[in-house]
């Protein structure tokens, strides 16, 4: 038996499934790295997903004390304060010290920054595989999901400029992606699109690239097909991403400038 053939018998006995050394190529060949992510018949989506959520982490641990301060700056006592029982007093009082505590400025950000996450790219790959699949493709769900996971690898950048600019101005990043083109005080249709916009920026769109190069490869289609039938798979995401931001704002009467609950 050749030793090529040894070693493919090996890797198929033991596959990689941690694949660090994909990492940086994947910026500067991208079409090559995908084309290797895509020969893959298991699961290789784990590397960038504990990347990005490293990051995600990163990002909340920076953002905590600007939180805390803003949620200590906003406390000012309400209207009549002074003739509330001394109970209701205490009760607002401890309400006031837990918004600002550790819980509600890091642990929550950060649980709802990884599960946005890991929904996300279980959504995106679902959502791919299945719009592969019905337009005539044979690939996998497990070509989808790995391709979705290191298609989101620009989001980490995105991550890593948002950090440094929180650090650098000492504020939350308000209005993000495209959101900013509309009015904050929007309503019905509007806020939904503000909703949807604030995902899209360029590092989103770095990874409608990847999304667009690697479908090719896994689908085997013709690449016009494959390109439109991505891009759909894309909008239907935001479709779905921009759904809890608008419900939240409509519940309570705000409008929508964040990410919600979802990462992408």
């Known amino acids: 038996m050749a030793e090529a053939d040894i070693d493919t018998l090996e890797n198929n006995e033991h596959p990689r499934r941690l694949r660090f050394d994909w990492l940086l190529p994947l910026f500067i060949r991208p079409r090559r790295t995908l084309g290797e992510i895509a020969e893959q018949n298991h699961?290789?989506?784990?590397?960038?997903?504990?990347?990005?959520?490293?990051?995600?982490?990163?990002?909340?641990?920076?953002?905590?004390?600007?939180?805390?301060?803003?949620?200590?700056?906003?406390?000012?006592?309400?209207?009549?304060?002074?003739?509330?029982?001394?109970?209701?007093?205490?009760?607002?009082?401890?309400?006031?010290?837990?918004?600002s505590g550790p819980l509600f400025t890091t642990v929550f950000p950060?649980?709802?920054?990884?599960?946005?996450?890991?929904?996300?790219?279980?959504?995106?790959?679902?959502?791919?595989?299945?719009?592969?699949?019905?337009?005539g493709s044979r690939s996998s769900s497990?070509?989808?999901?790995?391709?979705?996971?290191?298609?989101?690898?620009?989001?980490?950048?995105?991550?890593?400029?948002?950090?440094?600019?929180?650090?650098?101005?000492?504020?939350?990043?308000?209005?993000?992606?495209?959101?900013?083109?509309?009015?904050s005080d929007v309503t019905g249709l509007s806020l939904y699109l503000r909703s949807m916009l604030s995902f899209v920026d360029i590092y989103f769109l770095w990874m409608v690239a990847l999304l667009?190069?690697?479908?090719?490869?896994?689908?085997?289609?013709?690449?016009?097909?494959?390109?439109?039938?991505t891009l759909v798979a894309v909008i239907l995401l935001l479709a779905l991403q921009a759904l809890p931001g608008f419900i939240g704002s409509q519940l309570s009467g705000l409008s929508s400038g964040g990410t919600g609950f979802f990462f992408f």
């Open 110 to 135: 950060a649980l709802t920054s990884l599960l946005g996450l890991w929904i996300s790219w279980f959504l995106l790959g679902g959502i791919l595989h299945l719009a592969l699949t019905l337009t």
């Open 43 to 99: 699961g290789v989506w784990l590397t960038p997903l504990l990347v990005l959520s490293l990051l995600a982490i990163i990002a909340v641990l920076v953002a905590s004390p600007i939180r805390q301060q803003a949620a200590q700056m906003g406390s000012e006592t309400p209207q009549d304060f002074q003739y509330w029982s001394a109970e209701q007093q205490q009760q607002y009082m401890e309400a006031q010290a837990n918004s």
């Open 142 to 183: 497990t070509a989808a999901l790995n391709l979705a996971a290191w298609a989101s690898l620009p989001l980490g950048l995105r991550l890593i400029v948002q950090s440094v600019a929180m650090l650098a101005q000492k504020q939350l990043i308000a209005g993000p992606g495209l959101s900013g083109f509309i009015a």
């Open 212 to 229: 667009l190069i690697g479908a090719v490869i896994i689908s085997g289609m013709h690449r016009t097909k494959a390109w439109v039938t």
